[in-house]
């Protein structure tokens, strides 16, 4: 497509970049697969690593470059009450590369409620569920020791709530209570000709009465989470985006609600 006088190149499956007369230097927006929401009062995914530059040299030019573009993480199906564990984590998003930038890191996980209720670590970090931390995000210092930040880290859980997942432009909240954590903000580019978000985290879900019948994603971009008594998955993450998928909600007399798909 075509916009401000700039030929757009947009990936949204794996292909390649064929650069066909010289060019210095690319504009480059590099977004991994957002991670997916975890069960039964889960943490919700975090986003997919984020990279931008307003201009990349490309080097060979003319050349053809390789792009691999990170799948959603997966969240998991919905259960009737009675069900017994695993109450599954989300699954982690997929890496994207493009050989122009570094790689981007897919989104960790939002935890599930058992066995292993801890947020998956990744471009930004998954949520904690049933009193567990947040996974860690791609940042100098991280254990993805990667620089530029990528994203920030998922929120922590509470026994009966979970903590949203982290964000490009902000860490995923804590849940506070029997209220869960919102996904963290995302951040927008203008690279496609038109104002939009990316990168942001899943919603955390909940299980009590008294909770606040889950948290929204973040930027309106990640996948809202539920609370009880759902019966349904928390939202996806918005189609290529890079964004997570909401956590479920959860009620022992009524379901376990699945977790939304980064």
Known sequence: SFAGGKTIHTFVNSG???????????????????????????????????????????????GTYTITIGAGGGGSASSPSGTNPPYNAGQNGGNTTTGILDLCYGGGGGGGNQPDPTGAGGGSGGGGSDGRNGGQGAYPGSPFQNIPRQGYQGGNGQPAAAGGGGGAGGAGANAAGTSAGAGGIGLPYSISGTAKFYAGGGGGGDRLTSGGGGAAGGSGIGGDGKGQPSVVRGGDGVDSTGSGGGGGGAHPAVASGGGGTG
């Open 16 to 62: 390649t970049f064929e650069i066909t007369s010289p060019i210095a230097n690319v504009e480059i927006l590099s977004v991994a697969g957002g991670g997916g929401g975890g069960k039964h009062n889960g943490g919700g995914g975090g986003a997919g690593g984020l990279l931008y530059s307003p201009s990349t040299p490309v080097n060979p030019s003319p």
